[in-house]
């Protein structure tokens, strides 16, 4: 099985509060077209990520990056290129 056409490998780093779900893996690296085809690609791995990922738009636990540029979630549909990093880290709220 080889890879789709127009999909790129692209390396996910991976917050501390989600790896425990990730078995602890820092980083994953995932196939996709876009940035939304290398999160779902990511969830179907670790489907307990879902709520954190995806799962309050209101007030999101993860902020996502695409090569340390914010990626809103209007634009999950950006494209990605060979070799990019998607960094999911955590909301820090303070006061």
Known sequence: ???????????ILITPILQQFTDNRQSIEVEGATVRDCLDRFVARYPDTQKWIFGNSKAPLIYIFLNKEVVL???LD??????????????????
């Open 1 to 11: 099985m080889g890879v789709e056409p127009g999909t790129m490998t692209v390396t």
């Open 73 to 75: 979630p209007g634009d």
């Open 78 to 95: 950006k494209d990605v290129s060979e070799g990019d990093v998607i960094d999911l880290s955590p909301v820090v709220a303070g006061g």
